[in-house]
């Protein structure tokens, strides 16, 4: 059972401080102090290499689904030669169920800016931008007021709080694409071109936008950058589960009183995060929860007892933390369409450039529809079982595995729900 003491946290990344969104208010809070720290304060950081240490000491593991360690992330990029280097800022945040940076983006832009600025610090990069997809255009204006305002304060720009360190940042908008949200897809978009992932090895720290080092971040990921170094990195893996600490912005979905955004440690228990939102709509059974994205494997009721929100706990049960958005479901609901409409999803998201995607998200879909309408057999389940077989780990990006994992994992989970639709026609033909 969980150790964790979730009932006592104060947030950080959303606390409750009133337009702290302005500059004003941020600063007045104690924002950019960790900016100030680590460019002037030359006994306790003892330049860039010393900054990217504590964080990975701290062990922020990537928000944005993967949980890389963002600390070594960063020591792959390599020695600055003098040209560009870009920080490339995922906030795509296309994954149905995820909505935790738009958060960052309305109550706490600044936390952000202040993480990333360090982050450009520590890998001596010249340029920032954050990707945003175009369904976020309120998102878009406040980011971009918040940055300019960030300028005229003159925390981005040239010679930074009177130090040699300068950086550009700026906002690009996508056209809606999912497949954007992948990092190297998402660095074509940013030149220009059509989002289609890059064939990897070479990766994007040794050749990414424009061919020069870049290195790709979640917002959530570079938010927690400020209190680590504001706090030390023994603050932050105090925090939570020991394997994958810090706070969490969950995002919980579904058939809750209360959905939104929660920002709690890591390790919580699912079926107390589920109470956060305020309990079960109506009063309903709690039938199945999808724990961090809808690529995620989905898990039954029965198998959450003593389940954690943190990496190591889920995987015991054969799902995983991803994004942290939560999508709970009552005993009402219908697992063939909720299965239906992922996979229709990945269907349209599909970029098309690998031939085991571009085609098996269609079959996918095709064959969850005919046994959605009733007109299914019992062998088009193991049919679409194989097909999962022959989709993951066959692609240049993951889409193929985020389609194929959720219809491998709800069939196998909910197999009698579906073969009772199959079985229900092949009485009606008898």
């Known amino acids: 059972?969980?150790?964790?003491?979730?009932?006592?946290?104060?947030?950080?990344?959303?606390?409750?401080?009133?337009?702290?969104?302005?500059?004003?208010?941020?600063?007045?809070?104690?924002?950019?102090?960790?900016?100030?720290?680590?460019?002037?304060?030359?006994?306790?950081?003892?330049g860039p290499k010393a900054v990217v240490e504590e964080v990975k000491k701290a062990n922020i593991r990537g928000r944005g689904g993967a949980g890389f360690n963002a600390g070594l992330k960063w020591s792959f990029m390599p020695p600055a030669d003098g040209g560009p280097r870009y920080l490339a800022c995922n906030g795509d945040e296309s994954e149905p169920g995820t909505f935790k940076d738009r958060k960052i983006f309305e109550y706490n832009p600044?936390?952000?800016?202040?993480?990333?600025?360090?982050?450009?610090?520590?890998?001596?990069?010249?340029?920032?931008?954050?990707?945003?997809?175009?369904?976020?255009?309120?998102?878009?204006?406040?980011?971009?007021?918040?940055?300019?305002?960030a300028y005229d304060k003159g925390y981005i720009g040239k010679n930074i709080l009177g130090s040699k360190f300068s950086v550009d940042f700026y906002v690009h908008s996508g056209a809606g694409a999912y497949i954007c949200g992948e990092e190297t897809s998402m660095l074509e978009s940013l030149e220009g071109k059509r989002g289609y992932p890059r064939v990897k090895p070479p990766f994007p720290a040794q050749k990414g936008l424009w061919g020069r080092p870049t290195t790709i971040n979640n917002i959530e990921t570079l938010s927690h950058v400020t209190g680590v170094i504001n706090n030390g990195a023994e603050w932050f893996s105090s925090i939570g589960a020991p394997t994958h600490p810090g706070p969490v912005l969950y995002g919980i979905s579904g058939h809750v009183n209360n959905p939104g955004v929660y920002e709690l440690p890591s390790g919580v228990p699912v079926l107390d995060l589920i109470e956060v939102a305020g309990g079960m709509r109506n009063g309903k059974k709690l039938k199945a929860v999808i724990p961090g994205g809808s690529s995620t494997p989905v898990l039954r009721a029965d198998q959450l007892d003593g389940i954690t929100m943190d990496s190591d706990s889920l995987r015991t049960v054969g799902s995983m933390l991803g994004t942290a958005g939560m999508v709970v479901m009552d005993e009402d609901t219908d697992m063939v369409d909720v299965l239906w409409r992922i996979a229709h999803f990945y269907h349209h998201e599909s970029c098309g450039q690998c031939t085991p995607c571009r085609e098996g998200t269609g079959w996918l879909e095709k064959i969850l529809l005919k046994i959605?309408?009733?007109?299914?057999?019992?062998?088009?389940?193991?049919?679409?079982?194989?097909?999962?077989?022959?989709?993951?780990?066959?692609?240049?990006?993951?889409?193929?595995?985020?389609?194929?994992?959720?219809v491998r994992f709800t069939i196998n989970r909910f197999r009698d729900e579906f073969e009772a639709r199959c079985i229900k026609k092949a009485h009606a033909v008898a």
């Open 372 to 406: 959605k309408n009733g007109d299914g057999e019992v062998r088009d389940l193991d049919l679409l079982l194989d097909l999962t077989t022959q989709m993951e780990g066959r692609t240049i990006c993951a889409l193929a595995d985020a389609a194929a994992w959720p």
């Open 1 to 46: 059972m969980s150790t964790v003491d979730w009932k006592n946290y104060t947030p950080v990344l959303l606390p409750d401080i009133k337009d702290l969104h302005k500059i004003d208010v941020y600063t007045k809070n104690g924002g950019y102090k960790a900016l100030k720290s680590v460019l002037t304060d030359k006994k306790k950081w003892e």
């Open 110 to 149: 600044h936390v952000f800016i202040e993480g990333a600025l360090i982050a450009a610090y520590a890998m001596e990069i010249t340029t920032i931008y954050v990707y945003i997809r175009g369904e976020y255009k309120t998102y878009i204006d406040m980011m971009e007021k918040a940055i300019s305002d």
